[in-house]
C-alpha cells in the first residue's frame, strides 16, 4: 500500500510500520492465529468506511446517512449465512471475545451455570476461565481433554448430569482434534443446554470442506474473521436452524446482546473488510488453500515427532500443533524456546499444556501452525525445511532452564536473551529464513 501521506505527517509511526512489513516479509509467522489478508481487504479496511457512525442495525439506525453502510452490512451477513449454511448472522462483533460475551448475555442470566473446555487444556478465555468476565458473573465449570488430547467424554457426561449447565462451549484456541460437534449435541440435547460451538480457529477449514460443519449440531456458532478466515480482526455470530426451533427468538437476543447490551456503533470498515474476505472464501481457490492448510502441518507435525518432540495429542487435525517441551526442554521453556525462534526468524507463542507443570506466564508449550505460511504459497517441502529449523532452535536452548524463583528469573531471563541474540547457530538460521522468504511474497504488501 501507498504510504506517502503518513510517511510526511508522522514518520515515527511510518519508520515503526516499515519495520514492521519487514519483518513480515523476511519472517516465518507461525501463530496459528494469525494470517494475512488480501489487498482488497485491506483497502476496506483502510478505506472512508471509519469515518461513519452507524448504531443500530440496517434499516434501524440511530443516525442518518447510512444507506450504503445498510448495503454492506447486509451483503457481509448474507455471505456469511450462505457460507455457514446459518439462517442468522451478526457482524458486528469487535472481536472473538465480545462475541462469546454477547452469547452469555443473550442466553444466560448472571448467577447461571457455563461449561467449556478448561484453558490450559486448549479452551479459551470466555468459556470460563477464572480470569476472564465468563467465572465473574456466571458459574463456570470446566471439562477436560485426556491423554491422547481428546475431549473426555466421559467427565463431560458426569458434569452435564452433575451441574445442568445452561450453555455448553464447544471450541478453544489450542485442541489440535477435529471439533466433535455431534457427540457434544448428543449430551447437551439431552441436558436441555444450549450449545455454542466457537470455531474462530477452524473457520476457514470448514468453509473450505477440511473440516466438519457445526451447523446441523449446534445452536449457535461464533467465530473471529482472522485466522483460518483471513479475514480482518473482527467477529460473527451465527444462530442455526436448530438454535432458532429451540427458540426463535435468539437472534433477536444476540442482536440486543451485541447492541446495545456490549458495543455502541459498528466498526463499518472492519466489516467492509469481513464482506470481502468472506467473498473470497467462497472461491475454489480457498477451497484449494484450506486443504494444503492441513497437509503442511500434518508435515510439520510428522518431522517434528520424528526428531523426538512431544505433540500433545501426538500430532494434529487441523491447522495447529502444539509442543510439550517439558522432555525436551524443561517445565516452563516455552518462552525460551519462543524466544530463540523469534531470533532465527520464525514467530510462535508461548502457550500451556495439559496438566501445565509451571505457569501461565511460563507455560511449558509452544503452539504453532500453518495458515500464514501457506497463505504464502509454502507447501509440504517448505515445512520439511521448517520443521528442521524449529528442532534445531529448540536444540539450542535445550539445556537452559527457568529458575523457580521471581527474581532470579528476571535476571536469568535479561542474560538468556542477551546470550541469544549472538548465538551464531541461530544467526545462520534466521539467514536461511530470510532466503526462504525472499520466495514467497506476503499477500497484501507490494
Not at 442495525?57 to 452490512?73: A, H, L, Q, S
Not at 451478526?90 to 472481536?95: I, K, R
Not at 473426555?152 to 466433535?180: C, M, N, Q, T
Not at 523457580?404 to 538468556?416: D, S, Y
Amino acid at each position: 500500500m501507498n504510504y506517502k501521506t503518513l510517511k510526511k505527517q508522522d514518520p515515527l509511526i511510518y519508520k515503526s510500520l516499515e519495520k514492521e512489513i519487514k519483518r513480515q516479509i523476511e519472517g516465518l509467522e507461525m501463530i496459528p492465529a494469525e494470517n494475512y489478508v488480501s489487498e482488497a481487504v485491506l483497502e476496506a479496511m483502510g478505506s472512508i468506511l471509519t469515518n461513519k457512525y452507524s448504531e443500530g442495525y440496517p434499516n434501524k439506525r440511530y443516525y442518518g446517512g447510512n444507506t450504503f453502510v445498510d448495503e454492506i452490512e447486509t451483503l457481509a451477513c448474507e455471505r456469511a449465512k450462505k457460507l455457514f449454511k446459518a439462517p442468522y448472522a451478526n457482524v458486528q462483533p469487535y472481536s472473538g471475545s465480545p462475541a462469546n460475551q454477547a452469547v452469555a448475555m443473550a442466553v444466560l442470566n448472571p448467577g447461571d451455570t457455563m461449561m467449556g473446555l478448561n484453558l490450559y487444556d486448549g479452551g479459551h478465555l470466555t468459556h470460563g476461565a477464572k480470569a476472564s468476565f465468563s467465572s465473574h458473573y456466571y458459574k463456570s465449570i470446566a471439562y477436560h481433554v485426556g491423554p491422547e488430547g481428546i475431549v473426555d467424554f466421559a467427565e463431560v457426561r458426569r458434569l452435564i448430569l452433575e451441574h445442568k449447565p445452561k450453555l455448553i462451549w464447544i471450541g478453544g484456541s489450542a485442541y489440535v482434534r477435529e471439533l466433535e460437534f455431534e457427540l457434544f449435541a448428543k449430551l447437551a440435547d439431552t441436558s436441555g443446554a444450549y450449545l455454542a460451538a466457537d470455531i474462530a480457529h477452524v473457520a476457514g477449514l470448514i468453509v473450505g470442506g477440511v473440516h466438519k460443519t457445526p451447523a446441523p449440531y449446534v445452536h449457535i456458532i461464533t467465530t473471529t474473521t482472522h485466522k483460518t478466515l483471513r479475514g480482518p480482526k473482527g467477529a460473527m455470530i451465527l444462530v442455526t436452524n436448530k438454535g432458532l426451533k429451540k427458540d426463535a427468538e435468539l437472534g433477536h437476543k444476540i442482536d440486543k446482546a451485541v447492541f446495545p447490551g456490549l458495543q455502541g456503533g459498528p466498526h463499518n470498515h472492519i466489516i467492509a473488510g469481513i464482506a470481502v474476505a468472506l467473498k473470497e472464501a467462497s472461491s475454489a481457490s480457498f477451497q484449494k488453500y484450506t486443504v494444503q492448510i492441513v497437509k503442511n502441518a500434518k508435515v510439520l507435525a510428522k518431522i517434528l515427532k520424528r526428531h523426538g518432540l512431544n505433540l500433545v495429542g501426538g500430532g494434529t487435525e487441523n491447522h495447529l500443533i502444539l509442543l510439550n517441551l517439558v522432555k525436551s526442554n524443561g517445565a516452563g521453556s516455552g518462552i525460551l524456546v519462543q524466544d530463540a525462534l523469534g531470533v532465527a526468524g520464525i514467530t510462535v507463542n508461548k502457550n500451556t499444556i495439559p496438566g501445565e507443570p509451571f505457569s501461565p506466564f511460563y507455560p511449558s508449550g509452544i503452539r504453532l501452525g500453518s495458515p500464514a505460511l501457506t497463505s504464502r504459497g509454502m507447501k509440504e517441502r517448505e515445512m520439511e525445511k521448517i520443521a528442521e529449523w524449529l528442532v534445531a532452535c529448540a536444540g539450542e536452548v535445550s539445556s537452559s532452564r527457568l529458575p523457580l524463583e521471581k527474581e532470579e528469573r528476571i535476571k536469568f531471563l535479561k542474560e538468556f536473551r542477551k546470550n541469544i541474540e549472538k548465538n551464531n547457530n541461530l544467526k545462520a538460521i534466521e539467514k536461511d529464513v530470510t532466503n526462504l522468504c525472499k520466495k514467497f511474497p506476503v499477500p497484501g504488501i507490494n
